[in-house]
């Protein structure tokens, strides 16, 4: 379960960083390419819990 937790809300952090990423404001766009990576790890996190059986 824990695997694809961490997927969905990696695809979700994922999605709202390219939207911010698009905004106007500097800080949005800074804050969007953090959510961005921030997403992409928690996937990767999901990535291995699905490879060790949720085991972390």
């Known amino acids: ?3 694809l937790k961490s997927k969905v809300e ?3 952090n994922e999605a709202i960083g390219k ?3 698009q905004s106007n404001d500097p800080e ?3 804050e969007g ?3 961005e990576v921030k997403g992409k790890a ?3 996190k999901g ?5 060790l059986g949720d085991d972390i």
């Open 10 to 12: 990696g695809n979700v």
């Open 33 to 35: 390419r953090g959510q």
């Open 42 to 44: 928690q996937q990767a």
């Open 1 to 3: 379960m824990g695997e």
């Open 47 to 51: 990535e291995v819990q699905g490879a």
């Open 28 to 30: 949005t766009r800074a």
């Open 19 to 21: 939207v911010k990423k």
